[in-house]
């Protein structure tokens, strides 16, 4: 089993920056895809970023890139989300998530098995 800590959110103005960390622990994630999700009040689950097991592959939602930057540090067994350029619309319980099946970035949330608890983040204007 697998077991995700987020932790980094916080409040903060408008384009400024936070890093969200996600530590496992349990089984390594070395073999696995990672992802982040977010979920803001009155808004279904979105995805947000996605990375491969080394790191190498990454891919991001729209509304994020150029402002968003995921990575992995497999020795530590955690993942990270720096977030710049905040927005209000950025505003959002977010979520780290652990894909044990495959190794390549994934945009479906029904993909992953393993889910944090989340951290709230919240840009004011």
């Known amino acids: 089993q697998v077991q995700l800590v987020e932790s980094g959110g916080g409040l903060v103005q408008a384009g400024g920056s936070l890093r969200l960390s996600c530590a496992a622990s349990g089984r390594t994630l070395i073999s696995y895809a990672m992802g982040w999700f977010r979920h803001a009040p009155g808004k279904e689950r979105e995805f947000v970023a996605a990375i491969s097991y080394n790191g190498v592959n990454t891919y991001y939602a729209d509304s994020v890139k150029g402002r968003f930057t995921i990575s992995r540090d497999n020795a530590k067994n955690t993942v990270y989300l720096q977030m710049n350029s905040l927005k209000p619309e950025d505003t959002a319980v977010y979520y780290c998530?652990?894909?044990?099946?495959?190794?390549?970035?994934?945009?479906?949330?029904?993909?992953?098995?393993?889910w944090g608890q989340g951290t709230q983040v919240t840009v004011s204007s």
């Open positions: 998530a652990a894909d044990r099946h495959n190794s390549y970035a994934g945009s479906y949330g029904s993909d992953y098995d393993y």
